[in-house]
């Protein structure tokens, strides 16, 4: 009966302590990619899963994910600056690009972001649900979070939302409609980490050996 007794208020402390609300650390999380297309699903087969480590102090993140077949992507944001800097190291060679992430209000119209009606708890934290549908070019994409607002933390994926959507997400889940192939793709936060974290992960200068990305203007 004493084991009983001890082993019940340790899962209490456990729960209590993990819902402990905090702004620096290290969160990693794992994605998985799907298609109902065969030949996409293919494609994505061979990816694999991708994991991804997030290190997150007050106003800035660092997002690090390496794969076989995509390589290696490092993204930085810094939200009160209101920048982003993308590094991709692949088969394609090593680029950049650095830009504003403040969205614009066109960018805004084009989206909808609604409250669920469930919640989920994610390692110990009870997540809300929203979702969020933005339609553009003929192709439209609609994402469901689980949110939390314990962990005060810049999210990559809530950085072009604005004020519409704020917290961070431990679990989501987004389909890409398209003409040829839907695409979904799961991602859940597996760990969560309360640490220091060195300024550094942080630096926005870019590295020697990369060129920037030139990405097509869809104008022209």
């Known amino acids: 009966m004493k084991r009983f007794v001890f082993l019940f208020l340790l899962s209490i402390h456990l729960t209590v302590f993990s819902q402990e609300s905090f702004d620096e650390g290290v969160a990693v999380g794992s994605m998985t990619m799907s298609s109902n297309n065969a030949e996409v699903q293919g494609q994505l087969a061979m990816m694999g899963d991708m994991t991804t480590t997030t290190y997150f102090k007050g106003n800035k993140t660092r997002s690090e994910s390496n794969n076989l077949m995509a390589g290696e992507t490092i993204t930085i944001i810094d939200a009160k600056a209101k920048k982003m800097l993308l590094l991709m190291n692949n088969m394609g060679g090593k680029m950049y690009s650095k830009k504003d992430i403040a969205p614009t209000q066109e960018d805004l119209d084009k989206m909808t972001v609604e409250k669920g009606t469930e919640t989920k708890t994610v390692l110990g934290y009870e997540c809300q649900q929203y979702f969020v ?23 990559e994926q809530f950085s072009g939302y604005g004020s519409k959507l704020e917290g961070f997400p431990l679990y989501m889940v987004m389909k890409m409609n398209q003409p040829e192939a839907e695409i979904t793709l799961t991602y859940e936060i597996k760990e969560l980490r309360k640490e220091e974290v060195s300024d550094d992960k942080f630096d926005m200068t870019i590295p020697e050996g990369y060129t920037e990305l030139q990405v097509p203007n869809p104008q022209n």
């Open 133 to 155: 549908t933005i339609e553009e070019g003929g192709m439209k994409m609609t994402s469901e979070y689980f949110v939390t607002d314990k962990i005060q933390a810049v999210s």
